[in-house]
């Protein structure tokens, strides 16, 4: 409580441009969250209403960075909206509130998706947020959002990230 291993003695300051907010290490933590699909409104209206067959989500938070792993694999949609954006909800910590600030996650697996040739799913966590918002990318068309549409009810993502608190 109030300490840590303090790094001040270090010479951060020959490093041009650079600032230095802290040098005290005193927060770390490992844990696990329960991710859950929802759709581009977020306000858990529909989410709850799906069933999974698998939710495994597990995160390592180290000072202001959170790195985060999980997967999920979806049996039944339940009331999501189908036109509406995808997302994973319930992050264990909300990212940093600064505008555009932006940290890309890694989709390591998809199956399951109604998805064409020449099409990634891809995401990131937004400024102040405790989900990930998931993102088509096209080689056609570049970047839209990806829909519950995009899923099917055996569908599966796995998925990696961190992210600043």
């Known amino acids: 409580s109030g300490s840590g291993i303090d790094f001040s003695n270090t010479a ?8 230095t907010a802290s040098e005290l290490f005193d927060d770390y933590e490992e844990g696990t969250w329960t991710p ?3 759709d581009g409104d977020r306000d858990m209206s ?3 209403s799906q069933g999974y067959s698998v939710q495994i989500g597990r995160y390592t938070k180290i000072g202001n960075r959170v790195f985060f792993t999980c997967t999920i694999t979806i049996s039944d949609l ?13 992050l264990p910590f909300s990212s940093e509130n600064t505008a555009n600030s932006y940290s890309p996650v890694a989709i390591g697996d998809m199956t ?8 990634v799913v ?12 998931l993102r088509l990318w096209d080689s056609t068309v570049g970047c839209t959002d990806f829909l519950i549409s995009e899923l ?4 599966r993502l796995v998925i990696s990230g961190n992210y600043r608190v």
Request: glycine letters at 26%; a negative charge.
């Open 122 to 133: 891809t995401g990131f966590v937004g400024h102040n947020r405790t989900d990930i918002n």
């Open 78 to 90: 339940g009331d999501l909206t189908q036109s509406e954006q995808a997302a994973i909800l319930g």
């Open 36 to 38: 859950l699909l929802g």
């Open 46 to 48: 529909g989410e709850g």
């Open 12 to 19: 951060d300051s020959t490093v041009t441009g650079a600032s």
């Open 112 to 119: 399951g998706g109604a998805i064409t040739g020449g099409q």
């Open 152 to 155: 099917s009810a055996d569908g």
